[in-house]
């Protein structure tokens, strides 16, 4: 089963985690672990890391097998923390499915969508993943789920504020966001790249 | 007034990077105003910023009924985000959890699809055991629903569910039987996946599901669902035999045809399990699979490498001689700058080793360990290569040397490396070490360069070896005397004790005087042992230090005496007076330990002192001779005729350490030790009355609480009666078990005193408001005084009980001519092999020849391997002369580690098993002992 999955940067900053067991005490050391242990490695590297000090500090969760499944997309790491009952490659092409979905729902997925559209993300990973086990491996279907989802959460955000001015997909935005402040958002986010 | 949203918060949080916790502990109070209000999107809008600062890091367990609350919200955009929030902040122990059960049964039966599957995804992650239970039966009715993607979830919610409530699985399972024949291909790959998660908890109960399975595993091509199906076979086969049979021509076909390493390695790893590559048949089966695989050594994808790494180690237990061609591959993988890969490498070498290819493996592993010595001089500790990860950007990182990132810095990857090496050559009792001389060198390289905790296991090896191989000894002196003279393991220690392998000087200091007579230079040593700088040292290694020093004089003085020669005198006094200034700065040693041990140790040695100072050489004058010959070398001086030549007190220390040898315990030993004729094991030492009194005490102190406290003085009262009897009762049941000093009578008598004193001053005390009258049932009864602890001495059986090292109170040991005549102690012998040492029944009195038939009295401690055997001796064996010098086999035949052996072989040893080789050692035992 998958055990986590861990979105980070490559300063270490988490854009999202998931833990499917209950890791939560241990969930920040665990990602500057994780972070320090991925980022070192070259991209000539595989993908699996195998670190004893890992063993060390999920052991006792997880169990013997501890195996985490990596890999670099430009500025962002995706981490999976499985077991013995997945498949290495296997999890190596979800998070290539994963990604694949990110990318077409965010179009040329970035990690500033990541970091503001935090939720869908999540809803995303919801459609590939639920509980720690694969729900499905299929991108298209994936998409036509994902879309689903989020028009009806679309729909029910303007059912309930038909006087919102805010768009986007989903309901990212409160009853009093201006254009104004739309537009301040994206200075201050090109700014801050 | 503007309310922030999500993005708003990371907007905030990206502009102030300077200071971010002011501007977090800002938010938080914003969001706790927030979902306190009554607008729904406004506090949903809340959770759901709290949940982005709880992947920062930042609590929100305080929020978890707000996030109830934005759950409930029959919106499905603010539902979505509640469960979003509860996923990621819930814990099986949120107390809000209980308030979710009819939430969650109301959505996971709505009729909005989406609904459903939002809660069956929250569901999966948050479901406790009363959740499972309370809604399992909604779940199973959901697997039947008509939305396929609803059908897929509740599957994958089910295993959840199961896992907390294993019961739910009795009414699950044959629905979850029919979702195989699924028309939803995502419906049977959810059920294949669930069911290879269930199995690996309890493969029994999903043999059901085999057949259906089959016909996964014949007609799909989705690798997803074929490596999941592959999965679950292999851990169906141990249960079903048939199902090799049946599985063997479909995995054979994937196998020649798969392009998939991911689905090779399935199918290889559940040919091992199912037992496919045995026979014939199974060989070429095996052949195919490792040809296949370590082609993918080679590979330039790393990836595939790893995997092939993966499998090739799960076939080699049953195919060394196959994998065995790729040594030389598998061997570079492990020089591999991919610490996954090196660890897979070395999970493959450790189960390929032998007898043959030890040595050259643990030489390249060492190698890994000595290497970055010379390039990197201190080990990167956790934070530097934190701070280096941290400072290398992602444009250098692919520049980066190899040896800022190399593996062998980290102290994880050497500790594991090491333990690798040191596990590898000890398996087995050391089976796959041929030449323990090289191993021991081994031992002492790790030591040195391992920059590891494993200190203590290089410690617990080297004595180990010391003791149960023979002709390594004289080796193991040498290394040790070089160790003990390097400084650098005293400085090692001190800079950095985690690291360093300080524990291998005990070792050293143990074998250096537990094996003195090995010694070439006894003279240097002891000051080694003793200097100042050793203080610096752990307490535990001092002690061993000074208890060796005075092993090794004890043979050194006692070898004096074979070649006496007044010449020696002075050195002598000069040993003894340095050796006594050494131990004067330990016996003020913080460490008890230490100190005791120094202290002993030095008053040995001012006998030795006054001794010698008395001692008058018979065709000299008297060098010296003060004051120091008092009362206490009159014990070395008796007024007897055939006084000797030399001081007599050169032997005093040697006969304390030497007359029993050390041997190995055979394993089994302390089951056979002899149960001693009078010993009833099960009587109680104590005897029950006083068990039973506390345990009445304690009822009745217990009793007391509850009732009012008037009633107390009649309650003890009670209790001195019922003390009474159940003295009487033990009495009358037990006394014959041992020789009570007091009688019965006497201790009960006692016991009623004591109750009825402690009843007066409690009633006494009772109204004393400032007395907190203790009320707790009482564990230690009041009258420690009555138990008979004393009367363990007067046990006979016990003492003969003793442990399986049987090594008596070395106080008791008499004077060396006496304890060599008398002595009914092991024996040192010569034999080569020396089983582990069994329990010395010839102590044990009365031995029931019955019970234990196979062992001889007296023969029984040198048991040997059947290979090696050597006639037992029906007496004890002594080799040890006047000089203590061990004669040893004069051939440095091959070295062979003993092993821990039953019993026996010992017995009927008289055969002549043996190998020639051993007769030489076997011939000089006899000649011994004549």
Redesign the interface.
Same mark, same amino acid.
């Given at each position: 089963m998958i055990h986590a999955v861990l979105i980070f940067n490559t300063s270490g900053v988490p854009r999202l985690t998931k833990f499917y067991t209950p890791l939560r005490a241990e969930s920040q050391p665990l990602l500057q672990k994780i972070f320090q242990l991925v980022s070192t490695r070259p991209a000539s590297l595989c993908n699996f890391l195998d670190a004893p000090e890992l063993q060390n500090l999920l052991g006792s969760k997880i169990g013997d097998e501890v195996r985490v499944v990596y890999r670099n997309y430009a500025t962002l790491y995706f981490v999976f923390v499985v077991d013995g009952a997945e498949s290495e490659l296997g999890i190596l092409d979800l998070i290539q499915v994963f990604v694949e979905c990110l990318d077409r729902s965010f179009e040329n997925v970035c990690e500033l969508d990541l970091v503001f559209h935090f939720d869908d993300v999540h809803h995303i990973l919801a459609q590939v993943i639920q509980g720690g086990l694969v729900l499905e491996t299929n991108v298209d279907v994936i998409a036509q789920a994902v879309d689903e989802a989020s028009l009806a959460r679309k729909t029910s955000f303007l059912s309930a504020n038909p006087l919102a001015l805010g768009t986007g997909s989903g309901p990212r935005s409160s009853t009093l966001q201006t254009p104004l402040n739309w537009l301040t958002g994206k200075l201050g986010g090109i700014g801050a790249r | 007034m503007?309310?922030r949203?999500? /993005?708003?918060l990371?907007?905030g949080l990206?502009?102030n990077k300077g200071d971010q916790s002011r501007f977090i502990a800002e938010a938080i109070d914003e969001i706790r105003r927030e979902v306190r209000g009554d607008d729904m999107?406004?506090k949903?809008?809340a959770v759901?910023k709290l =949940?982005?600062l709880e992947?920062?890091?930042y609590d929100m367990s305080w929020a978890s009924f707000h996030v109830v609350e934005v759950m409930s919200s029959p +919106?499905?955009?603010?539902k979505?985000?509640g469960y979003?929030a509860a =996923? /990621?902040s819930f814990?099986?122990d949120t107390d809000v959890l209980m308030l979710t059960t009819n939430l969650l049964k109301k959505d996971i039966t709505s009729a909005k699809p989406?609904d459903v599957?939002?809660s069956?995804?929250g569901l999966?992650?948050i479901v406790t055991p009363d959740l499972a239970r309370d809604l399992s039966r909604d779940l199973v009715t959901l697997l039947s629903h008509s939305h396929p993607?609803i059908r897929? +979830?509740a599957v994958?919610?089910l295993?959840?569910v199961v896992i907390k409530y294993p019961e739910a699985l009795q009414y699950g399972i044959e629905k979850l039987k029919e979702r195989l024949e699924d028309p939803d291909p995502?419906v049977v790959?959810?059920v294949v996946?669930?069911l290879?998660?269930l199995a690996?908890h309890n493969a029994k109960d999903f043999l059901v599901f085999a057949p259906p399975l089959f016909h996964i595993l014949t007609t799909s091509s989705n690798?997803?669902m074929l490596?999941k199906v592959i999965?679950l076979f292999g851990l169906l086969t141990p249960y079903e035999p048939r199902l090799i049979k049946k599985l063997h021509p479909p995995i054979v076909d994937l196998i020649s045809t798969t392009p998939? #390493?991911?689905l090779l390695?399935?199918c290889v790893h559940t040919c091992i399990i199912g037992g496919m590559l045995q026979g014939s048949s199974g060989f070429s089966l095996a052949q195919t699979c490792v040809t296949k695989l370590a082609a993918f050594l080679e590979d330039s994808? /790393?990836?595939l490498?790893?995997?092939s790494l993966?499998a090739l180690a799960k076939i080699v237990p049953t195919h060394p001689h196959l994998i065995a061609e790729y040594e030389s591959r598998i061997l570079s993988s492990v020089d591999d700058?991919?610490?996954?890969?090196r660890? +897979?490498a070395l999970d493959l070498l450790s189960a390929m080793v032998n007898q043959n290819n030890l040595q050259s493996i643990v030489q390249q592993l060492l190698q890994h360990l000595v290497k970055p010595d010379s390039s990197l001089n201190t080990t990167q500790t956790?934070a530097q290569?934190?701070t280096?990860?941290?400072a290398?950007?992602?444009a250098d +990182?692919?520049l980066?040397t190899p040896s #800022?990132?190399s593996p062998s810095s980290?102290t994880?990857?050497r =500790?594991?490396l090491a333990n690798r090496i040191l596990s590898m050559c000890a398996a087995d009792l050391y089976a796959n070490v041929s030449d323990f001389q090289w191993y021991v060198s081994v031992l002492v390289d790790l030591a040195y360069v391992a920059r590891a905790p494993v200190g203590a296991v290089i410690r617990d090896q080297l004595v180990d070896i010391a003791v149960r191989v023979r002709e390594v000894r004289r080796y193991a002196v040498q290394v040790s005397m070089r160790i003990l003279e390097d400084s650098a393991f005293i400085s090692g220690a001190k800079e950095d004790p985690k690291e360093g392998c300080e524990e291998v000087l005990w070792a050293a200091g143990w074998i250096c005087g537990e094996y003195s007579s090995e010694l070439s230079d006894t003279r240097r040593i002891i000051p080694s042992l003793l200097s100042p700088d050793v203080s610096q040292l752990s307490s535990e290694t001092v002690s061993v230090y000074i208890q060796s020093a005075a092993k090794i004089f004890g043979t050194w003085a006692a070898g004096l005496t074979e070649r006496w020669d007044e010449d020696d005198l002075p050195e002598l006094k000069k040993v003894v007076g340095s050796t006594i200034d050494y131990l004067r700065a330990f016996s003020s040693n913080p460490n008890f330990e230490v100190q005791e041990r120094a202290t002993n140790i030095m008053q040995l040695f001012n006998f030795i002192r006054a001794d010698l100072n008395a001692y008058k050489p018979r065709s000299r004058i008297p060098e010296q001779s003060n004051g120091f010959a008092d009362a206490s070398t009159s014990a070395f001086d008796p007024v007897g005729t055939t006084d000797p030549s030399f001081p007599k007190s050169l032997l005093l220390l040697d006969p304390l350490f030497t007359p029993y040898t050390l041997n190995p315990v055979a394993p089994e030993a302390q089951s056979s030790v002899p149960v001693p004729e009078g010993l009833d094991l099960d009587a109680w030492i104590v005897p029950e009355a006083n068990i039973a009194l506390r345990h009445e005490k304690e009822k009745s102190t217990e009793k007391k609480k509850k009732k009012d406290k008037k009633g107390k003085a009649k309650e003890t009262g009670l209790t001195g009666e019922r003390v009474d009897r159940s003295a009487a009762r033990s009495s009358k049941t037990r006394t014959n078990a041992f020789e009570v000093g007091r009688t019965q009578e006497e201790v009960q008598a006692e016991q009623e005193e004591i109750a009825k004193a402690k009843a007066r001053r409690m009633e006494m005390l009772k109204d004393d408001p400032y007395y907190i009258i203790d009320d707790r049932p009482k564990v230690q009864p009041d009258d420690v005084d009555s138990i008979p602890v004393v009367r363990l001495d007067d046990m006979p059986a016990l003492n003969s009980m003793g442990s399986p090292k049987a090594t008596p109170p070395l106080s008791m040991t008499p004077p060396p001519q006496n304890l060599r005549s008398a002595s009914p102690a092991i024996p040192v012998s010569f034999t080569i092999n020396r089983a582990g040492e069994m329990p010395p029944n010839a102590i044990s009195p009365k031995l029931p020849s019955g019970s234990l038939p196979k062992q001889s009295p007296l023969g029984t401690p040198r048991s040997s391997t059947p290979s090696r055997l050597v006639p037992p001796s029906p007496y004890p064996t002594y080799e040890v002369d006047e000089g203590g010098v061990l004669p040893r086999a004069t051939t440095p035949e091959m070295i062979k580690v003993t092993r821990t052996k039953k019993k026996k072989s010992t017995t009927d040893g008289s055969s002549k098993k043996k190998k020639p080789k051993d007769t030489a050692a076997v011939d000089q035992v006899n000649g011994n002992k004549s």
């Open positions: - | 503007w309310e949203n999500l /993005q708003d990371v907007r990206r502009a999107e406004l949903a809008a759901l =949940t982005y992947m920062l890091g +919106r499905f955009h603010l979505s985000m979003l =996923t /990621q814990e099986q989406l599957s939002v069956l995804n999966s992650h993607s897929k +979830r994958l919610a295993y959840k995502g790959g959810a996946n669930i290879c998660e690996r690798n997803w490596i999965k998939a #390493v991911s390695y399935e994808d /790393q990836n490498k790893y995997i993966l700058q991919d610490i996954s890969i660890m +897979r956790a290569s934190l280096t990860a941290a290398s950007t992602s +990182r692919s980066t #800022v990132v980290s994880a990857y =500790t594991t």
